[in-house]
């Protein structure tokens, strides 16, 4: 297994966990990140890609970025790493009901089944399963909090015009 590296950053949202191999960017975690893994990694501070990772972070948190240029790494099911290339999918300041993502993924009965894959990213804003809301337009469970969910959407709402983005 490739060697592991650590960042964290602060944000809006409270610090952030990153983590990142020799090649792509692994995971992001929030403070209160349910399930987060324990992981054993070097530290980071100096690794270039987490260094490319904080600044394309800052730039969203800032307003100046609506999607991140990052090589992922997306380490889960078949299943679950096609529900989170459709997050990615899910257009900065819009979002997309369980429901809406299980039809557009062909799978029209599978709305629980994305719901559990989307609250298993572990590349959370990056990957944004933020997006994802319940039928209604709750805020249902987010693996970083209903606060955070709330802020990160709160936030691209107000980013939303195409001219303050980075393409």
Avoid at 69 to 81: E, K, N, V
Avoid at 132 to 159: F, N, P, R
Wanted: with cysteine; proline share 6%.
């Amino acid at each position: 297994m490739n060697s592991l590296y650590e960042r964290r950053i602060s944000s809006p949202v409270g610090g952030l966990h990153v983590v990142a191999s020799d090649e792509a960017i692994v995971g992001v975690y929030l403070p209160e990140h349910k399930g987060a893994p324990v992981i054993m990694a070097h530290d980071g501070q100096n690794h270039p890609l987490l260094a490319e990772a904080a600044r394309q972070l800052a730039e969203y948190f800032t307003g100046g970025r609506a999607f991140f240029t990052l090589p992922l790494d997306l380490q889960g099911s078949a299943f679950q790493r096609e529900v989170w290339r459709a997050l990615v999918g899910i257009p900065f300041g819009e979002t997309r009901s369980y429901a809406e993502l299980a039809r557009a993924l062909g799978r029209p009965q599978a709305a629980r089944a994305v719901g559990a894959a989307n609250a298993k990213n572990p590349i959370s804003i990056i990957v944004p399963c933020h997006r994802v809301i319940a039928g209604d337009g709750a805020l249902t469970g987010y693996a970083g909090g209903v606060a955070a969910k709330q802020w990160l959407l709160s936030h691209e709402q107000e980013h939303h015009a195409p001219r303050h983005v980075i393409h």
